[in-house]
């Protein structure tokens, strides 16, 4: 007989100090649970009511991916593109109060303008969305802190040659009012601020189409731009009348710079493995052309200018590097960074802005190197998948992208101050499951084909199983055994198939319960009061189910995998995380691709969804209120005794 069935079968009273421990206490007090989950897309972890109500954030981005920054120094505020959440943010200078400007802005695929008028107190912004065949782009327009927003014009362009796509968005407030963008068709535009009268300045399709680089204006009635492949720069009136070549280029030409206090012209010319990128000035008129500074990046961008200190700025990549106008020799102002996608200096104090897209994080030093480099944001999640809960520490750990994490919850919020990284170096950490009676902490690495386990505080960190694209997982510590889901994974064998597997928390007895024709790669929970487990499946892959079954489905059997049942097999299109409450006789499941949270009776019936308008959730976890924690910690101690009691006499 399984040591399964002897345990429920000598102890009567194992299975109430499971149902105790695990769904305390939703069998006197469901208003005291909440559903928690990890949000892939939005980079989140929520909860909620378990009817859907009152969602709150526990723990979110400032910034996930900043892309382009803009600087209100008048009111001392900082403004920023976050392409992979669509948002459009801003704070004080200092990175304090932080908050949302427009939400919904940028769909993350290109990069789209960001402008501040503080002449006028406005802001605009390209709002980009896709369609089938067209993507429509529209020019939007509000008041600095985001409020009465509205759409001044829109483009719409092929997805095949991005025809009419808008790539640049700059202002000239004080000379005339008008807006002025380039696109990918190497046109250039402009019109008035409120959008109307919208004239086509630059236009010469041809068989290379040059991307313009940003627009750039003298102030006495001169556009300037650089045509990159074409290695050439040009100027023409403001109404595109008067186009003349002002230099002929020997590289590709990059971002352009103009000075009109002192007359000058600047531009970056790109290099390649055997010679050097260059920065180079000239007159306004195009004479008198000279190297202002060498670097061996090949193709530095967003060029910077400080007047005051004769100083000039670009991106290499992950550094930020400078010049003097007055000497070639280039230097690493900063160094160690992941990717700098937009610079902006700060006349007034002194204070160089960048962000950097790859590390997720916005930053600030003094142009004078007289102080530190100062994270002003950070981004705190990326891409979390499962979650898992520790009552009697207080603990939540989570899986993200590379590493498992965990910190301390304080009342209804993750405290941040308190995250710590246990565990690195994973490729994609999926599934995460605490046993609070033995002290340790379980995790998938789905691409190294892995589960391993180490204790609470990521210590003593071992090997528990090779197996197949392990996904999520759950642990059944009376018991001593563990279930997951596994599957067909990039890079693995067209032959595969996913399944249920369980063995013991130390990797022996290893089961095959059951086994799927698709990838099977949702989440599993288990109900230890009714002995059922149950899982989600997630998507099949290209080759068709078998006749008369669905493709996505929730199903349960018993623990030996037995009595398989489909519970839920239509209105599902990516079911990812499953979560039971065998008091309450509830299932709760999410959809990664619809974006919601249902919930049903445990036989699948009476199907009803209760959260809506969410990103990707993945990770569902039914726990309750941490208020309540003290007493579930009791009963898992309790819990712990019988346990480690019962497993003394197996042996």
């Not at 979390?384 to 520790?390: G, T, V, Y």
């Not at 369980?502 to 024709?517: H, I, K």
């Not at 990707?616 to 976890?621: E, K």
Request: hydrophobic share 40%; proline share 5%.
């Amino acid at each position: 007989m399984r040591w399964r069935r002897f345990v429920r079968a000598a102890f009567p009273p194992l299975a109430a100090l499971v149902a105790l421990a695990q769904v305390t206490p939703s069998a006197r007090a469901t208003d005291l649970q909440h559903l928690y989950w990890a949000d892939t897309v939005a980079h989140e972890i929520r909860r909620a009511n378990l009817d859907g109500s009152a969602v709150e954030d526990m723990l979110s981005n400032v910034v996930t991916e900043p892309f382009e920054i803009a600087l209100d120094a008048a009111a001392a505020k900082l403004y920023w593109v976050d392409r992979d959440n669509g948002r459009i943010r801003r704070s004080n200078l200092d990175g304090s109060e932080a908050e949302d400007v427009a939400v919904g802005s940028f769909d993350g695929r290109r990069r789209s303008g960001l402008v501040v008028d503080t002449m006028n107190g406005r802001l605009y912004w390209w709002r980009e969305t896709p369609a089938e065949t067209s993507v429509l782009h529209t020019l939007y327009r509000a008041s600095l802190d985001g409020s009465g927003a509205e759409a001044l014009l829109s483009l719409s362009s092929d997805i095949i040659n991005f025809s009419f796509t808008p790539v640049t968005l700059d202002l000239d407030a004080a000379g005339g009012g008008k807006l002025y963008w380039s696109d990918r068709h190497h046109q250039i535009w402009r019109a008035d601020l409120d959008g109307t009268e919208i004239e086509e300045i630059l236009s010469e399709p041809g068989p290379f189409v040059p991307l313009p680089s940003r627009p750039a204006l003298d102030g006495a009635g001169k556009l300037y731009w650089a045509e990159g492949i074409r290695r050439r720069v040009r100027r023409a009136n403001l109404d595109g009348s008067g186009i003349e070549v002002l230099v002929e280029t020997a590289g590709q030409t990059g971002e352009i710079l103009v000075d009109p206090v002192a007359g000058k012209l600047y531009w970056m010319q790109a290099g390649n493995p055997g010679n050097p990128s260059e920065v180079y000035r000239s007159n306004l008129d195009g004479s008198q052309v000279e190297v202002v500074a060498t670097t061996t990046t090949i193709f530095p961008t967003r060029l910077t200018f400080d007047a005051a200190a004769r100083e000039l700025y670009w991106s290499a990549g992950a550094r930020i590097q400078r010049a003097s106008l007055d000497g070639p020799a280039a230097e690493d102002f900063v160094d160690g960074l992941g990717d700098v996608a937009y610079l902006a200096l700060d006349e007034t104090t002194g204070q160089l802005y960048w962000a950097d897209r790859l590390e997720g994080r916005i930053q600030r030093t003094p142009a004078d190197s007289s102080g530190p480099v100062e994270d002003l944001h950070l981004r705190t999640l990326l891409a979390p998948h499962a979650i898992a809960l520790d009552p009697a520490a207080g603990h939540i750990y989570w899986t993200e992208t590379g590493r498992v994490r965990r910190a301390l919850l304080e009342g209804n919020a993750i405290d941040a101050a308190t995250i710590e990284d246990l565990i690195t170096g994973l490729t994609v950490a999926h599934g995460v499951a605490v046993d609070p009676v033995a002290g340790k902490l379980y995790w998938t690495n789905n691409h190294q084909d892995i589960i391993e386990r180490a204790d609470l505080d990521g210590s003593n960190r071992e090997l528990v199983h090779n197996t197949l694209g392990p996904k999520e997982l759950v642990v059944d510590p009376p018991t001593g055994e563990m279930y997951w889901v596994y599957g067909y994974r990039a890079g693995g064998h067209q032959g595969d198939r996913g399944g249920v597997r369980r063995s013991e928390l130390d990797g022996g007895l290893v089961e095959d319960l059951v086994q799927s024709y698709s990838d099977l790669a949702g989440g599993i929970a288990l109900d230890p009061v009714g002995e059922k487990v149950y899982w989600t499946d997630e998507r099949a892959r290209d080759d068709p189910p078998p006749a008369g079954q669905a493709s996505t489905k929730v199903q349960r059997a018993n623990l030996d995998g037995t009595e398989v049942e489909d519970l839920l097999t239509g209105g599902l299109v990516r079911p990812t995380g499953i979560a039971v409450d065998p008091a309450a006789g509830t299932l709760y499941w999410a959809d990664a691709s619809t974006g919601t949270i249902s919930r049903a009776n445990l036989d699948g019936s009476e199907a009803e969804e209760v959260v809506s308008g969410l990103a990707a959730p993945h990770g569902l976890l039914l726990a309750p209120e941490p208020s309540a924690w003290t007493l579930q910690a009791s009963a898992l101690a309790a819990l712990a005794c019988v346990a480690r009691r019962a497993r003394s006499w197996r042996h």
